[in-house]
């Protein structure tokens, strides 16, 4: 289904029943990357897995898809499905949202279960990289880019074992245009940085990390669990930093525990 949101068209799936739980997925895929995980949990929940603005199915909008737009996209479908609180579950760029949802809706969040993210800004040095690909990828359209990115972003025990997984994972990232991948790798450069909101985070939460994940290290994500208060943090063996994809059975089995507390 799609959900119109300011100037952008938002793509969305829900399934099961039960308590809400909205999926949000890593940069530069789409809601299937949650997909093998939400499916497990919906025999139990309502999984509602949403494409961002500029990915999968959802339209960029006009300008940089920036994290308050992504915030107020996610409130809007909060909304038209009816829901006042939801448990949040954000990969990566999925993260990043959250931090700007917190900061601004927090009454919308039961609980949340933050995903090979960090709270960080990029650097100087990683925000003009960002937009240097932005720049490259409208040119030359989005495959190089991806092509470059799957290394870093899938486990090496996925490259190695899964090549197949790997095959799955780019065809997930070839589904976005390159106007949509240029917006919001802009939008993601111009991201605040969000270590200071760490310490007001007072509900349930739960942080994942891949243990081969290398834009978002293990040591990295510990420090992000230390810093909210009562937080509960997993690692994920043999998995990057789209471990739910990689390593669904384990994720879910994760999640599910965390839930059941």
Same mark, same amino acid.
């Given at each position: ?17 039960? /308590?809400? *739980?909205?999926? +949000? ?5 789409? @809601? ?6 939400? =499916? ?7 999984? !509602? ?5 500029? +990915? ?5 909008? &006009? #300008?940089? %898809? ?5 915030? #107020?996209?996610?409130?809007?479908? +909060? ?13 990566? *760029? ?12 927090? =009454?919308?969040?039961?609980?949340? !279960? ?20 932005? =720049? ?28 197949? $997984? &790997?095959?799955? %994972?780019?065809?997930?990232?070839? $589904? ?24 007001? *985070?007072?509900? /349930? ?13 293990? +040591?990295?994500? =510990?420090?992000? @669990?230390? %810093? !909210? ?7 994920? %063996? $043999? ?12 994720? @879910? ?9």
């Amino acid at each position: 289904m799609h959900l119109r949101s300011g100037d952008a068209e938002i793509y969305y799936e829900v399934h099961g029943s039960g /308590p809400d *739980i909205l999926f +949000l997925h890593p940069f530069p895929a789409h @809601h299937g990357v949650w997909w093998p995980v939400a =499916e497990m949990l919906s025999t139990r929940y309502r999984v !509602i897995l949403a494409d961002v603005r500029g +990915l999968g199915d959802s339209s960029p909008g &006009v #300008g940089d %898809a920036t994290m308050e737009k992504h915030a #107020g996209d996610m409130v809007r479908l +909060l909304d038209e499905l009816k829901i006042a609180k939801v448990i949040y579950a954000g990969n990566s *760029i999925g993260g990043y949202i959250f931090f700007e949802l917190w900061r601004r809706y927090r =009454e919308r969040v039961a609980q949340v !279960i933050l995903v090979d993210t960090k709270a960080a800004a990029d650097s100087d040095d990683a925000r003009k990289t960002r937009l240097a690909a932005a =720049e490259d990828v409208v040119e030359r359209g989005t495959e190089p880019f991806i092509d470059a990115q799957l290394p870093n972003l899938i486990g090496e025990s996925t490259h190695r074992n899964r090549p197949d $997984k &790997v095959a799955e %994972a780019k065809k997930m990232m070839m $589904k976005a245009s390159a106007a949509g991948v240029a917006a919001v790798l802009r939008g993601m450069a111009a991201r605040p940085d969000s270590n200071a909101t760490l310490a007001t *985070i007072d509900v /349930p939460a739960l942080v994942i990390c891949g243990e081969e994940d290398g834009p978002t290290p293990p +040591l990295e994500m =510990e420090g992000m @669990h230390r %810093a !909210i208060r009562g937080s509960v943090f997993r690692r994920i %063996a $043999k998995a990057g930093h789209y471990s739910p994809f990689e390593q669904p059975e384990e994720v @879910h089995r994760v999640i599910r525990d965390f839930l059941g507390r």
